[in-house]
């Protein structure tokens, strides 16, 4: 079982809906991250959060807005999506952003865009 | 930034030992880890390694690290089924920014 939970696990929405993804963590870690992961690719960093501030924008566009309203949740807000930001969107934690500090995944929302 | 290479693909027979590599270009990255993804899951991390460390051992998982040929592996032994999997080396930059290799399917055949 991971320690990070990730809701939801599916969701399919139109170019015009907004929605929310959501990453729950309780191990106490200060240090938060989104990935976006394509099919048969690595993930790519979207963004990361240390002790609740924005620490790295990996020039995402402005459709995907991070927020961390604690330090064990970490939402990601969707609006106005295109079809090709259709994939597996991934949390993970670390005890605090720096060298040496493993981070542990979720399981991911995978995300259809229609 | 860094690149990241791995061999896209690795069949072997259950009991077999399996050895999955991983090459690097930036030889900066402190720690180098090797996380695990099953079908429909998100990344599992199988362990890690300090980068002035030659090996490390965890049951049946041992990581070699090469650092003059910036080269890294897994070798899983007595390979099993569930050990099924896509599996990445990543290296870790500024800000323990990961950068994951391009990931190897590891296949176990009975």
């Known amino acids: 079982d991971t320690e990070v939970t990730q809701t939801p696990k599916h969701l399919v929405m139109g170019m015009t809906n907004k929605k929310s993804l959501k990453c729950e963590q309780h191990m106490g870690h200060r240090a938060m991250y989104w990935y976006k992961q394509k099919a048969k690719k690595p993930p790519e960093l979207m963004f990361v959060?240390?002790?609740?501030?924005?620490?790295i924008n990996e020039s995402v566009p402005s459709r995907f807005s991070p927020e961390c309203p604690n330090s064990s949740l970490l939402n990601l807000h969707l609006h106005a999506l295109q079809p090709e930001d259709s994939a597996l969107y991934l949390c993970?934690?670390?005890?605090?952003?720096?060298?040496?500090?493993?981070?542990?995944f979720g399981d991911g929302t995978r995300l259809s865009i229609l | 930034g860094e690149d990241v290479e791995q061999s896209l693909f690795l069949s072997v027979r259950e009991g077999d030992s399996s050895v999955i590599n991983c090459t690097y270009t930036d030889s900066s990255s402190t720690y180098l880890y090797w996380y695990k993804q099953e079908p429909g899951a998100g990344l599992q991390l199988l362990t890690y390694i300090f980068s002035n460390m030659d090996m490390k051992q965890d049951q049946r998982l041992t990581v070699l690290l090469n650092k003059k040929d910036k080269h890294l592996s897994l070798r899983i032994a007595d390979t099993q089924t569930g050990d099924s999997a896509i599996y990445f080396c990543a290296g870790t930059g500024g800000g323990n920014k990961l950068t994951f290799g391009t990931g190897t399917q590891l296949k176990v055949e009975l």
């Open positions: 959060y240390s002790y609740e501030k924005l620490s």
């Open positions: 993970a934690s670390s005890q605090i952003q720096g060298e040496g500090q493993p981070q542990h």
